[in-house]
């Protein structure tokens, strides 16, 4: 023990009148505070859902938090579950890669060329507000039911996001530098890689940022309108069939899987873009 500490112990022990003991902390208390916060409204949220679904007027169509607890337990351990997982994130991370790969260099070519960048901008702003579940019925047409209808649905929105955000992340590169890199006879390529993106990568991580919570719900969608494989479908399944335990435990799964797909994004932002504060 410091001295600071034995001396604030001293002055502690002053303030209290003499013949009373000094205030002792509840046990309740304390064994409250050995758990996180965030989960207090967890298990709020899980006694007001448990308390909905014993209602007259809620029978049959909300089930209990504890069969629906009990539904998404067994379902970890049967293995098309873990498939319908598989699908759904090979959709996500197949459709982001190639979106992500054709976006970025066409975002980069438009941010070069001034005439490019204000002649495609109010296109590309339109076709980004395009709802990607408006896709779904036109690509179920052409594709059918199949994963590549579910890639296509996933590619089609993040392209133009991420393409926007990569032209105007080159705009926003420091003129400065760039007559300081053309004084040392720096062609576009270096521009690019001195300038350039590094200048872009802020708005591009930006973009990647909202294109991988895209991905993941664009998958889910494909598979609950379009029929694409994957934990849409299942849970399309369910509902068609009145298996409400069922489809209320794939929405759990569902939120723990995009909780985790959001975890790995906030931690490897700041990793791969450590100059830029996030």
């Given at each position: 023990m410091t001295r600071s500490d034995s001396e604030e112990e001293v002055s502690a022990a002053a303030q209290i009148p003499e013949g009373k003991k000094p205030p002792r902390?509840?046990?309740?208390?304390?064994?409250?505070?050995?758990?996180?916060?965030?989960?207090?409204?967890?298990?709020?949220?899980?006694?007001?859902?448990?308390?909905?679904?014993?209602?007259?007027?809620?029978?049959?169509?909300?089930?209990?938090?504890?069969?629906?607890?009990?539904?998404?337990?067994?379902?970890?351990?049967?293995?098309?579950?873990?498939?319908?997982?598989?699908?759904?994130?090979?959709?996500?991370?197949?459709?982001?890669?190639?979106?992500?790969?054709?976006?970025?260099?066409?975002?980069?070519?438009?941010?070069?060329?001034?005439?490019?960048?204000?002649?495609?901008?109010?296109?590309?702003?339109?076709?980004?507000?395009?709802?990607?579940?408006?896709?779904?019925?036109?690509?179920?047409?052409?594709?059918?039911?199949?994963?590549?209808?579910?890639?296509?649905?996933?590619?089609?929105?993040i392209l133009f996001v991420v393409a926007v955000q990569t032209a105007y992340g080159v705009r926003d590169a420091d003129p400065v530098l760039i007559e300081t890199l053309k004084c040392y006879r720096q062609g576009v390529l270096g521009q690019i890689r001195y300038a350039r993106l590094p200048a872009a990568a802020p708005q591009i991580a930006y973009g990647l940022r909202i294109a991988v919570i895209i991905s993941f719900?664009?998958?889910?969608?494909?598979?609950?309108?379009?029929?694409?494989?994957?934990?849409?479908?299942?849970?399309?399944?369910?509902?068609?069939?009145?298996?409400t335990t069922l489809t209320f435990a794939i929405v759990l799964q569902l939120g723990f899987l995009g909780m985790l797909v959001s975890f790995v994004v906030e931690w490897a932002q700041p990793k791969l873009i450590f100059w830029v504060p996030s």
């Open positions: 902390k509840r046990p309740v208390l304390r064994a409250l505070k050995l758990f996180p916060p965030s989960i207090f409204p967890l298990v709020g949220l899980f006694l007001i859902w448990q308390w909905g679904s014993s209602l007259d007027s809620l029978a049959g169509v909300l089930p209990s938090a504890t069969d629906t607890i009990a539904e998404f337990w067994r379902m970890l351990f049967e293995p098309l579950t873990w498939l319908a997982v598989k699908d759904t994130l090979q959709m996500a991370i197949i459709g982001l890669v190639i979106s992500v790969t054709i976006a970025i260099p066409l975002g980069i070519a438009l941010g070069l060329s001034k005439f490019a960048f204000l002649s495609s901008r109010f296109t590309l702003n339109f076709l980004r507000v395009i709802p990607g579940i408006v896709v779904v019925p036109l690509a179920t047409l052409v594709l059918g039911p199949t994963m590549e209808m579910g890639i296509f649905v996933v590619a089609w929105p719900l664009a998958a889910v969608t494909a598979g609950i309108i379009g029929g694409a494989p994957g934990m849409g479908r299942e849970m399309m399944y369910a509902q068609l069939n009145g298996q």
